[in-house]
């Protein structure tokens, strides 16, 4: 019973506060997003279940750590975002991370201060949405192939791109935006040996 509690809940959340689409709406629209990406439709179902397991962990450890931490997966690689007022939930955080089955590597950006004014978020969903746009608008880029977090305006990208000069487009996207102080890649090629 708990555990459908805090699924239901886990859910509920991610609808709230948006995220990987796959990881809310369910397998069969994970393979219909797959099937469109450079990744493989079980490799995207199974970052969905990363996300989903890390997010469960999050939220029995911490409902704080569960609101605040981001967490983006693809093929296994972990990216995960936020602001923590302590050092100690930036490690626990990666702990439980590492501890959901299919995690091969983690990048842990969370930074430990206390940013979370409404116009600090608004500042981060504004520039998160503009370098969307700029990357759906730009024919040589296939923007469904990355994902963008943005904290404190910080830009974060995960994804797979198809080769250097996309992967240089969409980061000279993200430096040309207004306000933005940093651009962190942990972007793959199609033909990095890590997705083997």
Same mark, same amino acid.
């Given at each position: 019973? &708990?555990?459908?509690?805090?699924?239901?809940?886990?859910?509920?959340?991610?609808?709230?506060?948006?995220?990987?689409?796959?990881?809310?709406?369910?397998?069969?629209?994970?393979?219909?997003?797959?099937?469109?990406?450079?990744?493989?439709?079980?490799?995207?179902?199974?970052?969905?279940?990363?996300?989903?397991?890390?997010?469960?962990?999050?939220?029995?450890?911490?409902?704080?750590?569960? @609101? *605040?931490?981001?967490?983006?997966?693809?093929?296994?690689?972990? @990216?995960?975002?936020?602001?923590? &007022?302590?050092?100690?939930?930036? $490690?626990?955080?990666?702990?439980?991370?590492?501890? $959901?089955?299919?995690?091969?590597?983690?990048?842990?950006?969370?930074?430990?201060?206390?940013?979370?004014?409404? *116009?600090d978020y608004l500042r981060?969903?504004?520039?998160?949405?503009?370098?969307?746009?700029?990357?759906?608008?730009?024919?040589?880029?296939?923007?469904?192939?990355?994902?963008?977090?943005?904290?404190?305006?910080?830009?974060?990208?995960?994804?797979?791109?198809?080769?250097?000069?996309?992967?240089?487009?969409?980061?000279?996207?993200?430096?040309?935006?207004?306000?933005?102080?940093? $651009?962190?890649?942990?972007? $793959? @090629?199609?033909?990095?040996?890590?997705?083997?």
């Amino acid at each position: 019973m &708990a555990a459908t509690v805090r699924l239901t809940v886990l859910l509920m959340l991610g609808l709230a506060l948006g995220g990987c689409a796959g990881a809310v709406i369910g397998a069969g629209a994970t393979a219909g997003i797959a099937a469109m990406q450079e990744r493989s439709v079980g490799g995207a179902i199974d970052d969905a279940g990363i996300k989903l397991g890390i997010k469960d962990r999050l939220l029995a450890a911490s409902d704080k750590l569960f @609101l *605040t931490v981001g967490v983006e997966s693809v093929e296994g690689r972990v @990216l995960l975002t936020g602001n923590v &007022a302590r050092p100690e939930d930036r $490690v626990e955080a990666g702990r439980l991370a590492w501890q $959901v089955q299919g995690v091969r590597e983690l990048y842990n950006e969370i930074e430990v201060r206390d940013r979370s004014s409404l *116009t600090d978020y608004l500042r981060d969903v504004r520039i998160s949405n503009e370098l969307r746009f700029k990357m759906i608008a730009d024919r040589d880029v296939s923007a469904i192939n990355f994902n963008v977090e943005t904290v404190n305006a910080v830009i974060y990208l995960t994804g797979i791109a198809r080769d250097q000069p996309e992967l240089e487009r969409v980061t000279g996207h993200a430096r040309a935006i207004s306000g933005v102080q940093r $651009v962190v890649s942990y972007v $793959v @090629l199609k033909n990095d040996q890590r997705r083997s």
